[in-house]
């Protein structure tokens, strides 16, 4: 059987699932280093995952506007989520996800240019650096950038409890269009 890379109206492309599942392990890897940051402190292994935070958000950041451009391109052969209160509940959810996704590393991006310090992800550098910092910049990101990424992982466990309502309790194939 050949490989669908496009969604179409009964289940999501190669292309979505990927993206989808890439992005929830960087997620995971992003949270993971934040939450062993506030239990353990300043440690090597803490050293280690957050020395990472500001490459894999970028690579983040990167994937959400391909993954939001790729949703627009399939947006008429996507599957629907369905109408009424649950159908509305879906699209609200979803979105908020994507503004949250695009938001938080977006507010990281423009602090760290605002920070007038270089910027390298794995060895290539992104941002040069060099001038005084831009208090315009950094504050919302200082203000926003935490408490918006804990709303998000609130938004994250909202979407795996619906998953696993759609999956256990209304028993429908909703799942099954995600994981293929």
């Known amino acids: 059987m050949a490989t669908q890379w496009r969604d179409d109206g009964f289940r999501y492309g190669a292309v ?21 940051k506030e239990i353990v402190g300043k440690a090597p292994i803490t050293a280690f995952w957050v020395g990472t935070h500001k490459g894999i958000g970028v690579i983040l950041l990167t994937l959400i506007v391909v993954r939001a451009l790729w949703g627009l391109y399939n947006m008429k052969t996507r599957p629907a989520p369905g109408g009424g209160f649950w159908g509305l509940a879906a699209k609200l959810g979803h979105l908020a996800l994507y503004a949250l996704m695009l938001i938080v590393p977006a507010l990281a991006l423009l602090r760290q240019y605002g920070s007038g310090k270089p910027l390298d992800v794995f060895g290539v550098r992104l941002i040069e650096g060099g001038w005084a910092e831009v208090p315009w910049m950094t504050a919302p990101a200082n203000a926003a950038h935490g408490l918006l990424a804990w709303l998000l992982l609130a938004a ?24 293929g």
């Open 16 to 36: 979505t699932r990927g993206l989808h599942w890439v992005m929830a392990l960087l997620l995971a890897w992003q949270f993971a280093g934040m939450a062993v």
């Open 156 to 179: 994250i466990a909202g979407h795996i409890l619906m998953v696993l309502v759609h999956r256990f309790i209304w028993k429908d194939d909703t799942v099954g269009r995600m994981v």
